[in-house]
């Protein structure tokens, strides 16, 4: 069993920046491939950032630079650094893990088990 539980979100003015973590807990085996997703309200949670146990990521295209993802295996812990936000940016933050060697869509929802609660994200002009 694993379980997420995502901080750091808060409300910030256009062209900050924030660093969302996600404290993970259970067999690191359970989290082969770690990722962040976003959901927009009245929009469908869409993949921002995924991270393999090799440490290789994959970034969705409108990221273009300003996200990146990593993870800190001592701690446990997944990170998501976002620059230069935008008010697009707003939305709920969520934590997902899975178990899977092999994920053919690591960027969509239906790839992950296991999820966090979220964390707000609330960006203005």
């Known amino acids: 069993q694993v379980q997420l539980v995502e901080s750091g979100g808060g409300s910030v003015q256009a062209g900050g920046s924030l660093r969302l973590s996600c404290a993970a807990s259970?067999?690191?085996?359970?989290?082969?491939?770690m990722a962040w997703f976003r959901q927009a309200p009245g929009k469908g949670r869409e993949g921002v950032a995924v991270?393999?146990?090799?440490?290789?990521?994959t970034y969705a295209a409108f990221v273009k630079g300003r996200f990146t993802i990593s993870q800190d295996n001592a701690k446990n812990t997944l990170y998501l650094q976002i620059n230069a936000l935008l008010p697009e940016d707003t939305a709920m933050y969520y934590c997902?893990?899975?178990?899977?060697?092999?994920?053919?869509?690591?960027?969509?929802?239906?790839?992950?088990?296991?999820w966090g609660q979220g964390t707000q994200v609330t960006v203005s002009s």
């Open positions: 997902a893990a899975t178990a899977d060697a092999f994920v053919r869509a690591p960027l969509a929802r239906i790839s992950y088990g296991y």
């Open positions: 259970g067999s690191r085996y359970s989290r082969n491939f």
């Open positions: 991270i393999r146990s090799d440490g290789s990521t």
